[in-house]
């Protein structure tokens, strides 16, 4: 079967729970690429095709989210500590510790 397929191949995982998670879509990309074909820059940032806005939206909750591919572009890593510098039209993350000159 494809599941005793994807399995024997290895393309398995653990749940939470400690059951088996079958892993079929990195099973037929790898397929796939054996056979030649490419899907495209595996290490791609964000989702493939979509370009980046360079724009952020407040949430209704009030936060201001910053998407994954943003960080991984700085190589930001969970826990980096930023100081807010508010400008009029303008948010600045300045890494604490840094000693940039502020542009006004």
Partial sequence: SKSAL???CGYVSKKKDGSDRLNFT???EALLEA???NLGDGGQVGK???KLSFVATVQGNGNLLIGK???A???LKPGDDFDIKLGRKQIRL???GST???ED
Avoid: H, N
Wanted: zero cysteines.
């Fill in 6 to 8: 994807v399995k024997s």
């Fill in 100 to 102: 940039e000159e502020e």
């Fill in 73 to 75: 572009m700085l190589d």
């Fill in 94 to 96: 300045k890494p604490v």
């Fill in 26 to 28: 990195a099973f037929y």
């Fill in 69 to 71: 591919a943003y960080t």
């Fill in 48 to 50: 493939g095709g979509r």
């Fill in 35 to 37: 056979k030649g074909v």
